[in-house]
């Protein structure tokens, strides 16, 4: 709009300019014949009263002089007369020029000097006036003058009016000339691209059994119309054929899901049953930045992998509201739809107060379920208080779950993460008919470890409301089988996996989360722009490791920069050759174990520095903020190594967010034996983070394995990831659970 406004602005300014050039040229030819036209009337009205005046000079009548100049004050246009003796004295002077006759002495002088009419334009009594005079003569000498004073400021008055008619004219012209462009760009421009426009997107979206919205029919645009329509057409065929494909494909599950496969099977398998989605975390933040709302994907692993189905499949997902600008973006049911650029779901927000986020979320869940889970040798702290807060807020979640199923028959509701274990029991219990089923997206520990919770009864029967729990290994759901067995009453079908509990059969199984395998054709290669790129960060090294993690003590970053400093130090020639870039977002820093871990990682950054450093190089450069998905695919790809250590982990999504940035078949990924990612990923170097000598050796194995040895490894890793990527994943979920 600011374009078309100083298209506009920019018409009006070379208008302007002609009119005004226009205007000065009939300003300047009137003023011209009117001062002519005055000139030559007054030569005739001098000589005519000549004939009276100079009689009466020569016979020195000077009473019956002014009687006669008395005569002629002021008529029409002229506003008196004053007569001069050969001297230049005034002889008879009309009253009204009495006090100007001396300023006007000399026009009368050089008339008599000259013999002959002499006239100027001059200011009298602040008018304008034309003043001529001519020489009185007695036989052939000069014996005086007479000077006339004709009225001149009607010429002033008239150029005025031009002035202000042309202006007035222009300003009328500008006025209906803006309005009359806007209208024409708004119909013949603005309006046919946004339909245009329109018509792409739905194109790109699904819309394709809707009629085009109103193609534009105008000349400009009928080509470019008619090129959409076609397009149109030949996608609309393509994505039947896709959709025959997909059908034929569904019960073959080893060839590859997409995006489309999943939406067929959904329709068809699902018959269409929506899909509540429930999490802590959201999948888009929004943030006040000055006066404007920004929005990001948070640093998680849960919300990396279940997007991409929310986005295929559409449904309702429900989640804490954690931004500071959540409450201004969603309607009055605390709902909004996302992704904000082309909305495919609903997201609702649950707001949560202080204390209750403090005992729910930072205590019970991160202090308490998060270490218990995760072998990593940081003790779970249990808080009474913090339990009662995880129960009330699990039953908030559990109450807005139900609300949103009242009107829906045979809901899915997929529940995410350890935060909601008590949810499945509270849904099942009020709606039987509803398919309930939870993901763990982080280890299940062994019986004895689990042992510790003081409320791991109520934890486990929470979970077993469902009718699927999903693992992301086939070790974690062995775990969890033996804590039921060990601590509540059930019966237990180790064959099948099921526990039955009070008549009603829960399925443990596992389901390997993954990722949306990147569309290759979107892809761009490693290029030039990454030596650039590397050169705006100040490195120049040949080798590049990566490591992509949040602020957490679980994923080994400690135990990295450990193997780099021993890799350093018995492989030298690395030194001054080798930068290892950590990324790292800030991740639960209200929780004192994660500040006391973030300054130790600073620390333990400076300390490896400290011992290379050398010519303004050192060996660990690490980006403390959240990246967005493009920057971290950007470092992915220009790794030569990616270091995933991980002391425990359920699966790891930076391993095979690395495999399937690595368009080009290169790099190596060095990954830790205890992630869930290590199962299927068998072609990366396969460490134990707590062994450093053996990290270090498997770095300088990854710089050194030759490029047909990485291409060979890592297109088996590709395709483990773009067979079992994150459609497949939810496709065989869901197939469980409606099946159940
Ligand atoms: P997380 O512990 O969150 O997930 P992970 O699977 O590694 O761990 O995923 C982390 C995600 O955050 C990745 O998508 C990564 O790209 C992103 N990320 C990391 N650093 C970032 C940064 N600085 N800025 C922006 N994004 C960043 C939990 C479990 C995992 C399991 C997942 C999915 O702990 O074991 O794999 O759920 O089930």
Request: charged fraction near 25%; include cysteine; aromatic fraction near 10%.
């Amino acid at each position: 709009m600011k374009q078309i406004f100083a298209a506009v602005f920019v018409i009006i300014v070379i208008i302007s300019f002609i009119v005004v050039a226009f205007t000065l040229t009939q300003v300047q030819q009137e003023e011209q014949r009117l001062k002519t036209s005055l000139k030559q009337r007054s030569i005739l009205l001098a000589e005519s009263l000549k004939e009276t005046v100079q009689p009466n000079f020569i016979n020195k009548s000077d009473q019956q002089l002014q009687n006669l100049v008395d005569k002629f004050e002021d008529k029409q246009r002229l506003a008196g007369m004053v007569i001069y003796d050969s001297k230049g004295d005034t002889i008879a002077t009309s009253s009204s020029l009495i006090t100007q006759v001396l300023k006007t002495k000399k026009i009368a002088e050089d008339a008599m000097d000259a013999d002959g009419a002499n006239g100027d334009f001059v200011e009298l009594t602040n008018e304008k006036m034309y003043l001529l005079a001519i020489p009185l003569h007695d036989e052939e000498s000069v014996v005086g003058a007479l000077m006339i004073a004709q009225d001149a400021s009607y010429i002033d008055t008239r150029l005025t009016g031009i002035w202000k008619n042309n202006l007035l004219r222009l300003f009328v012209q500008a006025s209906l000339i803006s309005a009359a462009i806007l209208l024409i760009i708004r119909w013949l421009i603005v309006e046919p691209i946004r339909n245009l426009v329109k018509s792409l997107k739905s194109t790109r979206t699904e819309d394709l059994e809707q009629n085009s919205p109103g193609l534009p029919t105008n000349f400009f645009f009928r080509p470019l119309a008619k090129e959409i329509t076609n397009i149109r057409g030949k996608l609309k065929e393509a994505r039947l054929i896709a959709d025959e494909e997909a059908k034929l494909g569904l019960e073959k599950l080893n060839s590859p899901w997409t995006e489309q496969r999943l939406k067929v099977f959904i329709k068809d398998v699902l018959k269409d049953r929506t899909i509540f989605m429930v999490s802590n975390r959201e999948p888009y933040i929004h943030t006040k930045k000055g006066r404007s709302i920004n929005y990001y994907i948070p640093a998680s692993g849960m919300v990396t992998a279940i997007e991409p189905i929310m986005e295929a499949c559409g449904g309702i997902w429900i989640a804490q509201g954690s931004g500071d600008a959540d409450k201004i973006t969603v309607d009055k049911d605390d709902k909004l739809n996302v992704p904000p650029e082309e909305p495919k779901y609903t997201l609702k927000r649950i707001w949560l107060s202080e204390k209750e986020e403090a005992g729910y979320y930072y205590g019970f869940s991160n202090e308490g379920l998060w270490p218990l889970c995760h072998i990593a040798y940081t003790r779970p702290t249990f808080r009474k208080e913090d339990w009662e807060e995880y129960k009330k807020v699990n039953g908030k979640f559990a109450q807005t779950i139900l609300t949103e199923i009242k009107n829906i028959e045979r809901p899915i509701v997929l529940i995410q993460d350890f935060h909601l274990a008590l949810v499945p029991r509270i849904i099942k219990n009020s709606r039987p008919d509803a398919s309930v089923g939870i993901f763990w997206h982080i280890p299940w520990p062994n019986s004895e470890s689990f042992s510790v919770c003081p409320w791991k009864k109520e934890i486990i029967d929470g979970i077993l409301g469902a009718d699927l729990i999903g693992f992301q290994t086939q070790l974690h759901c062995n775990n969890f089988i033996e804590t039921v067995s060990r601590e509540i009453e059930s019966l237990l079908d180790f064959e099948q996996l099921t526990v039955t509990r009070n008549g009603h059969t829960s399925f443990v199984k596992p389901f390997p989360i993954s990722i949306a395998f990147p569309n290759p054709s979107k892809e761009k290669s490693a290029n030039s722009d990454t030596r650039k790129f590397l050169k705006s960060l100040n490195i120049k090294t040949k080798y590049i490791g990566v490591g992509v993690d949040r602020l957490d003590y679980t994923k080994g970053i400690l135990e990295r920069l450990k193997a780099i400093e021993i890799f350093l130090k018995k492989y030298p020639a690395y030194v001054g050759n080798f930068s290892f870039i950590q990324i790292a977002a800030p991740s639960r820093s209200k929780i004192k174990e994660y500040q006391k871990f973030t300054e130790a990682l600073e620390k333990e950054v400076e300390r490896v520095n400290n011992l290379f450093r050398k010519n303004g190089w050192k060996p660990v450069i690490l980006f403390k903020r959240h990246h967005t998905r493009e920057e971290i695919s950007r470092f992915y790809k220009l790794a030569n190594v990616c270091l995933v250590t991980s002391l425990h982990d359920g699966m790891n999504l930076v391993a095979k967010e690395f495999v399937a940035a690595r368009g080009d078949n290169k790099g190596v990924l060095v990954l830790s034996q205890f992630t869930g990612a290590a199962r299927e990923l068998k072609d990366a170097l396969i460490v134990n983070p707590y062994n450093g000598e053996q990290t270090a050796e498997a770095i300088k194995v990854a710089l050194e394995l030759s490029p047909l040895e990485q291409t060979k490894k890592m297109r088996r890793m590709r395709e483990v990831v773009k067979n079992y990527n994150i459609y497949r994943w939810s496709a065989e979920l869901l197939k469980v659970i409606v099946n159940i």
